[in-house]
């Protein structure tokens, strides 16, 4: 049984100056247009990850490098 994908009409909903430096890993992966496994390797890789309590906010300026 899986999961059903949340859908985003307005991208530009998501950040308001063009871009957010932390987000969570469902916006991540809607502003890269990657699946949420693919992003997380992909945050993994890049050690941007950030654990703060039960969150894990992904750094999109490490990520752009």
């Keep these: ?3 059903k994908r949340k859908e985003y009409e307005n991208m ?3 950040f308001t100056n ?3 430096k ?8 809607a502003m890269y247009s990657m699946g949420i496994h693919a992003f997380t390797e992909l945050a993994k890789e890049a050690k941007a990850i950030y654990r703060i309590r039960r969150i894990v906010l992904v750094n999109t300026e490490i990520i752009d490098e």
């Design 22 to 29: 932390f987000v969570k890993y469902e916006e991540g992966a």
């Design 1 to 3: 049984m899986g999961y």
């Design 12 to 14: 530009e909903n998501l």
């Design 18 to 20: 063009g871009k957010k």
